[in-house]
């Protein structure tokens, strides 16, 4: 059974720029969490998408935003980087929401550099 | 954003020897779970936790749910080189508002010298 896909794997980017993120959940999930990493914040919560709708928000700017497809399939925009959104971005997928189990997977994570 | 106390910050030690790890919060979870990230790679499941009081282990993994529900721990017995890494505890406070959202810890980073 395929993991939870996050593409791309890396990517930089120019301050001011924009970029948009992918997550593939695994096959069944119709949640899917989004989280930023850095050395300096650790793991924070951006918010959730069940059912094609936004189930939970994060603390962050509305700079980021995110979206669900019917496949559950989910991507994530951060418009008009700054260099400290430079992290590791990570999604997580699991079958229901409103609970951490019934299979809550984390992808690898996407890496991204604003230059 | 609110965070777990996790502590210690990092760890080194010799290979065979035991380790703790603990988590504590001002808030109160239903859910602990603890977590093992890779160097590039996302946090993998070690141990989910969903009673108070609850002790479970796996392999040489133990873990345990606090009575208050606001802590928890983690203890690796007999420590081997692969189990390097960067150890995560989070907390779900099982709210139907909280919809699938963890809050993590600071992380552990666990150095096993051979």
């Known amino acids: 059974k395929a993991g939870v896909t996050q593409t791309p794997r890396y990517l930089i980017k120019t301050r001011g720029q924009q970029v948009t993120l992918s997550c593939s959940p695994i096959s069944g999930h119709r949640s899917v969490s989004w989280y930023q990493q850095t050395p300096g914040q650790g793991l924070q919560f951006l918010f959730e998408y069940f059912s094609e709708t936004q189930r939970n928000k994060g603390n962050f700017p509305g700079r980021f935003s995110g979206r669900q497809f019917s496949n559950s399939r989910s991507e994530m925009n951060v418009s008009t980087l700054e260099l400290g959104d430079s992290a590791l971005y990570l999604c997580?997928?699991?079958?229901?929401?409103?609970?951490?189990?019934?299979?809550?997977?984390f992808g690898s994570g996407t890496r991204l550099t604003v230059v | 954003g609110q965070q777990l106390n996790q502590s210690p910050q990092s760890m080194f030690i010799q290979e065979g020897e035991d380790v703790s790890m603990n988590c504590t919060s001002s808030s109160i979870f239903n859910t602990w779970l603890w977590y093992k990230q890779d160097p590039g790679e996302g946090p993998v499941l070690l141990i989910a936790?969903?009673?108070?009081?609850e002790l479970t282990s796996n392999g040489r993994l133990t873990a345990q749910f606090g009575i208050t529900r606001k802590d928890s721990f983690l203890n690796i017995s007999a420590s081997i080189p692969s189990d390097v890494g960067i150890y995560f505890c989070?907390?779900?406070?099982?709210?139907?508002?909280?919809?699938?959202?963890?809050?993590f810890g600071e992380g552990t980073q666990l150095t096993v010298n051979p």
């Open positions: 936790l969903y009673k108070a009081g």
């Open positions: 997580a997928s699991s079958l229901v929401t409103g609970t951490a189990n019934y299979g809550y997977t």
């Open positions: 989070a907390g779900h406070p099982r709210e139907e508002t909280s919809g699938s959202r963890l809050t």
